[in-house]
């Protein structure tokens, strides 16, 4: 019995001070945009991680600016990847990737904004550790998707200020 008027107690003291349950609603938070953002892989064997992170960052993004239904922002993910230099023992290498992002931003199907942006990143390998060279290729995936998030942000913020008002 203690234990129930205590509870109860602690709880009307927490709603007293307008604390918020972590699953209620926040009328604050920004509205999904009601524009169309497509991800795509160029590549044939392009990894869905990939897109799926770039899509999940960008929507983010998208929610703040509020573009309405006619817009639509397309962008197609190019992944490419190459050894930079050998060591003279041929045990480790140093390898690049490099993350290719068209844009193309239409409205009512014709295109108002085209664009290319990339990032590049490189990280070393051993040729005697895969578990070594696996995590070194994810880690340079993750920092090429958020530096290319942040690039893309920028430029669909920048084609807002200049060209979304005016139509």
């Known amino acids: 019995m203690k234990k129930q008027i205590l509870v109860s107690s602690i709880c009307l003291l927490l709603a007293a001070c307008g604390f918020t349950p972590m699953l209620a609603n926040n009328d604050n938070a920004p509205t999904e945009s ?10 044939k064997d392009g990894s869905s991680y990939m897109v799926q992170m770039m899509r999940q960052r960008l929507k983010s993004v998208l929610a703040g600016l509020n573009l309405d ?71 340079a995936r993750e920092r090429l998707i958020e530096s290319l998030t942040i690039d893309i942000s920028r430029e669909i913020h920048r084609f807002v200020k200049t060209n979304a008002a005016k139509r």
């Open 34 to 43: 009601r524009s169309r953002l497509v991800v795509e892989s160029a590549n």
């Open 69 to 139: 239904s006619r817009y639509k922002t397309y962008i197609r993910l190019n992944e490419e990847t190459g050894n930079l230099a050998y060591a003279t023992d041929a045990t480790s290498t140093r390898s690049m990737m490099r993350l290719t992002a068209q844009i193309i931003i239409s409205c009512d199907g014709q295109t108002l904004h085209e664009t290319s942006l990339n990032s590049v990143t490189s990280y070393s390998q051993n040729t005697n550790d895969e578990f070594v060279n696996q995590s070194a290729s994810e880690g």
